[in-house]
């Protein structure tokens, strides 16, 4: 912007950069913060100010809700660990492997696969999801982990996210001496090409994760069975009782079904920090 | 990697085959489904009363929460497959009982009477009011196949000092009075609104006060002859509403709102509500406020000048359970839930307050037997027995004006009004965009 | 160059196997749903656990004429182009702003990784919390953002913010822009990674400063990695459901109803018109894919 500003910038600039990126950390930060203070106030407390940022006490009574409800934070933890853990590996590994398939190799329909997949990516998947639902029920689905696993394995976007990685990362010739040294093409896979697209695969894993972790809609119509609900489903029957929401054990709930998630954003976040490269070749 | 990736896809697989598998320890097993833990709750305690029970049928509860309409189509999809996963037991909510006991859901009920439960001797000696009864029973063979536990007569429930402060006097009678008790209309509660005005108070918080009023009191449904029918009695509440906020009436607050529930402390500056007596015990009695700003014992409840009920819960038995072994117990279950009135009965406990144990709160039950047998002192107003009031209350509502559909109409209808009374449209556009609404989104005649 | 040829042959056979899963999955779990629910658009399917339906012979297109004449639907549609532009736009501009910050070497911003990680955080709690975190903040007569007007002055009396179809509509495409320019912000820096850097070097070496480096080499550079954020944010925002019906349920008067709720609302609030919820998911469906060729065409790289 300024034509005398040089390696270290310009100050002016650059304070009006940190002003701004801090204005948007509190944006951010703030629904957390209201959640985990919510959490320790009790419902009366959040009826009347629902904001607020001074927490109260009521923690171990919000907790003590959860006694008389059907939540169970555990075993709703394990569920959703299950689910969405089972759906990120098959979306990323799945992912990858058509990213490969496309990159890697040259076959006649590759262009075409390519192009359906473009195609595909435009479907929105919730708009089919009476079909979905109808077709599990049909073939005894319902009740059943798989039914919101096996799905994950065909995500377009991903692929298309994979791809783009690949194309800017993935030396063929790396491939090539592997084949020399007499490695086999799955092998050659899983060995050379999953480590150099780690970076993508966390980017993406995160994604994945927390959206499969947040679903609500499906499962909730795909589980019936309470020994099987996820965490957020756990959370939304906390709300169930029409005259009496205990609004404190619905923040606590939210809370802790947020954390996992906090967790594995955190681990996964030097990836994001670092960024990974994507190729812009369309191909 | 490799290793990892294959060791977590197999370890889902497993744990998802195993959370499948059902207990399998030759028990039989009932099948609850509803959408609070209320009733499952009491099942357990049944349970914990009847050991020889508990000892040949294992509960299996399945909850789903109204919340984001889930609910309906869970219960929905168990009912029409059938099968040994099907719910033995379910509930409705005022709101949708409708469809389940009257409409297109009633097929999966069973009757009470094909259960073995003498209906017409049973009901009577009970002395259940007789709105709870016409919502329950199914038009296309007359046979009842849901009953209630609560009874959800409403009230209105106002503050003490207020009355004694703009009348010098807070007596329930008196304050009946003054709204125009058993009027059927508002005259003599915009007569008091005035004068509550004048002193610095709003008569209620918000429209939505009034809507549950209007609501159940008109005498025909949304819904007549599969065309909607706008009944005079709703259609003033556009005006009522207006009337209500033109002159400063209320402090138009929507309920379930911060606003709302603000209003219900002491210095909420609000004289009313209208309501059942639950509104007292789960809204009121917890958002009263605290220390100098508490209006605890400063409330009364007295004769509403429209009767009307407000929500409830109906339990329902499936048709798959007749015939079946499990039919007797089930029956023994819905009974004592709905129909017995001994010490031991469920609604005993519910109107005192006993069910886990003694100091639970108190709610107005469906039984006028249990109700005449049970104390409805409460010192959240100020001593008052609660059930004088409520007891009559239940005889005051309707049943008759529900139909299927009303959740999702009266969601078009209060946005309507609120249109109107805020100004954005017309009377005359707020009801056509009511209309409208109710065209496009539902499988009914508009004319 | 036999052999050459020869070993290229072999290994094409691994394109298809490796991509065999997707296909199979994609064929399994979300052609056939889709197809379904195409093939119930054209039938008389209505009513709970209806299982005795038939296609509609005499009138086949009843259902998406039905739809296309709904003043409901033809409200909705125009609200979720309303909604998705407006939280789309300042979306890619922040997004775009960010991602020029964060990846310029003349000012490093110290704590950018910070930064990066925090933005995306919105995204992690579920839409329907957010939704009706925002209704309360935004209560009326009494609520935290009112509570600070008045308190400040700013107003003498309470705003009916989710009362007004333009506020609401700004609540809502503000909430939208706040949980995803931090998703978009990190595709877009990715996108950024990936261009040769020597294009970069080059600039400096003629004397480019931040803003023409940016609009001459980035943003032509960027060009597949924007329609990606395009499209995906379209489908996103085409398809939104929880926002809308969470915040005030489409509310005041359908100023917020999106397609996705009226879809919602045909199959389920009551009438249980799952062949009217089918005609107009294909409607919706057929409106995202045309939309998503024209956005294709403009962006398409007109170099190869």
Redesign the interface.
Known sequence: ???L???N??PV??TI??IV?IF??V???F??I??VINSTRN??QI?????SLIPSNHLAQNWAVFN???FDPIRGF??SL?IS??ST??TI???T??A???V???????NP?FTFI???????????????Y??M?KIHMT????AL???A??A??C???MR??ML?SLPLELLDSARIDGSR?FNT???IS??IMKPAMA?QG??SF?FSW?Q??LP??LL?????YTL?LMV?????????VEYGAVYLG?TLS?LP??VI??AL?KY??A????????? | MKKVLALALALCMVFSFCAMSASADGKATINVMSFTDEVPGMIAKYMEAHPDVAEKYDVKTTIVATTDGLYQPALDQALSAGGAEAPDIYCAEAAFVLKYAQGDAAEYAAAYEDLGIDVAAATEAADIAQYTIDIGTRPSDGKLVGLGYQATGGAFIYRRSIAQDVWGNDDPEFVAEKIGAGSGNWDKFFEAAAELKEKGYAIVSGDGDMWHAVENSSPTGWIVDGALNIDPAREAFLDLSKQLMDNGYHHDTQDWTEGWFADMQKNGGVFGFYGPAWLINYTIAPNCGSDDNSSYGDWAVCTPNIGFFWGGTWVLASKYVVGSEKADVVADIIKWITLDCDETSLQYYWANGTLNGEGGTKDTVASGTVMAMSNGEMEFLGGQNMFDVFVPANQYANGKNLTQYDETINTYWRDAVRQYTSGALSRDDALNAFKQNVADNLDVEVN | MTLQKNKTFSYAKYGYLFSLPFIIAYLVFHLYPIIYTAILGFTDCKGLGNTNWHILKDDLWKNFRTILNNATFKTSLKNTFVLWIMNFIPQIVLALLLTAWFTSKRNVIKGQGFFKVVFYMPNIITAASVAILFNVLFGYPKGPVNDILVSLGLRSDAYYFTNNATASRWIIAFIQFWMWYGYTMIILISGVLGINPEIYEAAEIDGANDWQTFWQITIPNLRTILTYTLITSMIGGLNMYDMSKMFNNGNPNNSTLTTSVFIYNQAFAGSYMYNRAAAASMIMFVIIAFFSVIVFYLMRDRKS
């Open positions: 912007m300024n034509k500003e040089n390696r910038g310009n600039y650059k950069i940190y990126c948007l950390t944006l951010s930060l629904p957390f209201v959640m419902t009366p009826q009347q100010h629902a904001v008389g409800k059907t394990f569920n299950i853990s089972g590996v098959c590994y799945f992912s492997l058509t490969y398939a496309l890697a190799y040259n076959w006649k329909l590759r696969f473009l195609c595909v990516m435009m479907i929105p998947a919730q708009i089919t999801s009476i079909g979905f109808q077709f029920y009740n059943n982990f798989l696993i096996l799905p394995i065909a377009p976007q692929v298309f996210f783009q990685f800017a093409e896979f899983n060995r999953l480590p980017t995160i994604f927390v947040n609500l809609f909730s119509i019936t069975n309470n020994k099987l957020p939304s029957q906390l709300k169930g009782d029409i005259y009496k939210l947020v998630l906090f954003y955190f976040s994001i920090i960024g990974v490269a994507l190729g812009g070749v369309k191909g």
